[in-house]
């Protein structure tokens, strides 16, 4: 059984919408969503890769939509900030060369209902996902993911907002937050890293302000103290970013987008897959179930794994892991009840949580910057299992 370490600081970053990764991400998100948009059973594998004013687009894809894959493309790159072709990478002066063809019709039989052996929708690929949540952050995040992401979306919140005060700002920029824990509890920040695409008049002391003045808007007032440590802009310079300055591709970042290093992570990316591809949408399923044991106070901490094989629609494993914080007798017993309330079949996953139907407030677009977990406009971020889940746990010995 895992165990809480009692004195110990832990590391997590993210990046900006503006991060060449990201951008490709978000490409390959917004294609998704407008297939979906028209045509609800779209097959969708879009990978992107983001370069110096190129921008290339591949995969696989099988669907009755009529997308403009380049308006798409263009179109996110715009809403970005990347609109000045002297950064090298511009929604007005980028390429997009696009290479899609259809999903394999041996990964297609396996998955589609009509075609499969059992029946049953089977789960689109072979492997393992994993989900988390955790009670030290009211959004039940790992705490230096969660500070890290809210550092990035609130300058990019200001650079859209306010352009003419913050024009100095770029769209490219990472962060790094480390937190001091106790016994599984946050004690204070230890450090603080953003790195900020900037134009070449940016004057150091203005975005060393701005970045202390975000800090203390996202971080929680109890865990800033006077030892904090900043690194801003470290190396002194960052005008050349985005995808002029590192090529970006689709995939690239899955540890920020999932728990910042925090549990494990079972090596599949998300942007640009249907919902048909378990690797998405089981780990969505998987952090539900987590975020609701945990709301249900069933555990402090809360890990679920689960396992698949291609075509199969039953899962071949299901793995619980509390840390030691669950409140019953043993996480096998807490299995039991994760079955009880919840089925993980690709099929009722994607019913569940209402996959097919971006577009009541959320989309895939928005999940692919600033992570996938920890905002309640997702439908796997909903706390609605927790009775559910309180009442089946009490047939079942507690600690």
């Known amino acids: ?36 948009m028209q045509d609800p059973d779209s097959r969708v594998a879009c990978e992107t890769l983001c370069t110096t004013d190129l921008i ?8 009755n939509a009529k997308v403009n894959w380049q308006d798409i493309a263009l179109n996110v790159v715009r809403e970005i900030g990347y609109n000045d072709e002297k950064v090298g990478f ?27 052996s059992t029946g049953e929708q089977g789960a689109g ?35 859209h907002n306010q352009p003419e005060k913050y024009s100095f700002l770029r769209p490219d920029s990472k962060s790094q937050v ?10 204070h920040i230890e450090s ?27 971080i929680p007032a109890e865990l800033i103290d006077d030892d904090i440590v900043y ?28 728990y910042g290093g925090v549990g494990s992570h079972g090596g599949g990316a998300f942007s640009g897959k249907d919902p048909s591809k378990v690797d998405r949408s089981a780990a969505y399923m998987c952090r539900y179930i987590a975020k609701n044991i945990v709301g249900a106070k069933l555990a402090k901490k809360c890990e679920i794994q689960v396992a698949y094989a291609i075509g199969v629609a039953e899962p071949l494993s299901i793995n619980v892991d509390t840390y030691g914080t669950g409140k019953l007798k043993n ?16 099929k009722a996953i994607v019913e569940t949580l209402s996959l097919k139907k971006p577009g009541n407030g959320w989309c895939y677009r928005d999940s692919a910057a600033y992570g996938h977990f920890g905002r309640d406009i997702f439908p796997w971020e909903k706390l609605d299992k927790v009775a559910e889940l309180q009442k089946a746990a009490e047939n079942f010995e507690c600690k």
């Open 1 to 36: 059984m895992s165990k809480i370490k009692t004195d110990h600081i832990f590391t997590s970053e993210s990046v900006s919408e503006g991060h060449p990764d990201k951008v490709s991400d978000q490409i390959s998100d917004a294609i998704l969503d407008a297939c979906l």
């Open 56 to 63: 290339v687009i591949s995969g696989e894809i099988t669907t």
């Open 90 to 116: 511009s929604a007005d002066t980028a390429k997009v060369i696009v290479a899609i063809h259809k999903q394999s019709a041996d990964i297609s039989q396996g998955v589609t209902e009509a075609t499969n």
């Open 125 to 159: 690929d072979q492997g393992m996902m994993f989900g988390y949540a955790s009670d030290e952050t009211e959004e039940l995040m790992p705490a230096p993911i969660i500070y890290a992401h809210r550092i990035v979306e609130r300058l990019a919140e200001l650079r």
């Open 178 to 187: 480390s937190v001091h824990y106790k016994d599984g509890i946050p004690q």
């Open 192 to 218: 603080v890293v953003v790195s900020h695409q900037h134009t070449p008049d940016m004057n150091m002391d203005d975005l060393t302000a701005l970045v202390k003045q975000v800090v203390k808007e996202v």
């Open 231 to 258: 690194y801003i802009n470290p190396t002194g310079r960052f005008e050349i970013g985005g995808p002029h300055g590192d090529t970006g591709l689709t995939g690239r970042k899955i540890i920020v987008d999932t």
């Open 331 to 346: 996480d096998a017993d807490l299995e039991k009840v994760i079955r009880q309330c919840f089925s993980l079949k690709p």
